[in-house]
């Protein structure tokens, strides 16, 4: 299902040198059937020009607030509430800024704050900038006022530093403008989703871990809550902005994820993509461990809590749905299959994470969804295509349950 097809998108692009990305975005909204209405600030200009952007939209520029043609007619009005959606590409600090403190002194800020649509923003900027409290605080002002932000990522930029303010790619944004388009079937439901890895203490430095990113589980809560869904997102140490819309609890410890899974039941369905430890250390150490030449340190293990199995065999306050994803280096299917009889859960998604797949840390999965109802083998997608997969699976379950 194409859910651009037909929709009105106006697309405000400011100054920055993301600014020659929002002519792929055009370009790939037009392919999915969208109406793109560009307007740009002027600065905007000195990085696209509004030929290009016209010639690509098959639409007029719109980048004067006091044009007399537009005007007489309440232009800026009539922009602000003709779209479906307002998209910001690139929105730089200033704009941002511009928008959280209500000012109106061109017509894009002046159509953000007339408007009664919903608005997106692709933030771009120096890390510095986006670390400004100034800004976090501005960020924060368009959040509670409903504004929603992509991004940023993290990455290379144009000056050449390192960090979080790198505008998200423009199939990032693509996707986010799709999910805002979906439907919200599952409002009104609680979802409880654990995501990235623990981190087990040898003593204050050292740790036990392992290479989870935390995607899977973020692409699976941002798909829940383009739904309609309450989210409740408890996440491992990870270098990811946490899905905006979703109640965050940040733990480090299998102990922390433990408790706090326990503490946000009930929940309807609980989704367990994080990488838990099977041990942690039986005596972690207070003080920094020495390195000596003629001894080397020896560590006694024990196994952490299931987390997963203690959700699937509740009693009481037991998910409707619960599902378990299983990291697998061989016999993957034979493995999901004992997983899923001896945890108790609804369903098992196992994946390949042998050095090579890039599944750990990559942007890529190959799933193996096994349940009592069957083996379902996934080719190799994006992470953010498996979340579709599996979400709309899962809302097919409860529809189930509710016949």
Known sequence: MNELNGKRILLGITGGIAAYKSLDL????????????????????????????????????????????????????????????????????????????????????????????????????NVRMWENPLTQKNVKTLDNNGIKFIGPNQGQMACGEFGFGRMAE????????ELYFCDKKLHGLHFLVTSGPTREPLDPVRFIGNRSSGLQGEAIAKELIAKGAEVTFVTGPVDLEP?????????????????????????????????????????????????????LPTFDLIENKDILASVSKLKKNRPKFVMGFAAETGNILENAKSKLKKKGCDCI????VSLGTKTMGGTENTAIIVSEFGIEKLPTMSKRALAKILVNKISQSLEGMDD
């Open 26 to 125: 055009i370009r790939k909204l037009k392919d999915k059937g969208s109406m793109v209405t560009p307007v740009m600030t002027q600065s905007a200009e000195n990085f696209v020009t509004p030929m290009s952007v016209s010639a690509l939209s098959q639409e007029k520029v719109f980048n004067q607030l006091f044009d007399l043609t537009d005007e007489a007619e309440m232009g800026h009005i009539e922009l602000s509430r003709s779209a479906d959606l307002i998209i910001v590409v690139p929105a730089s600090a200033d704009f941002i800024a511009k928008t959280a403190t209500g000012q109106a002194n061109d017509l894009a800020s002046t159509i953000i704050l007339a408007t009664d649509t919903n608005v997106l923003m692709a933030p771009a900027m």
């Open 170 to 177: 423009v199939d990032e944004i693509l996707e986010e403008i």
């Open 243 to 295: 899905p905006r819309g979703s109640n965050v609890i940040r733990v480090e410890t299998a102990d922390e994820m433990y408790d706090a899974v326990h503490s946000s039941l009930p929940a309807d369905v609980a989704i367990f993509t994080a990488a838990v430890a099977d041990w942690k250390i039986k005596n972690t150490n207070d003080q920094k461990l020495k390195k000596q030449t003629d001894k």
């Open 349 to 352: 998604v196992a994946n390949d």
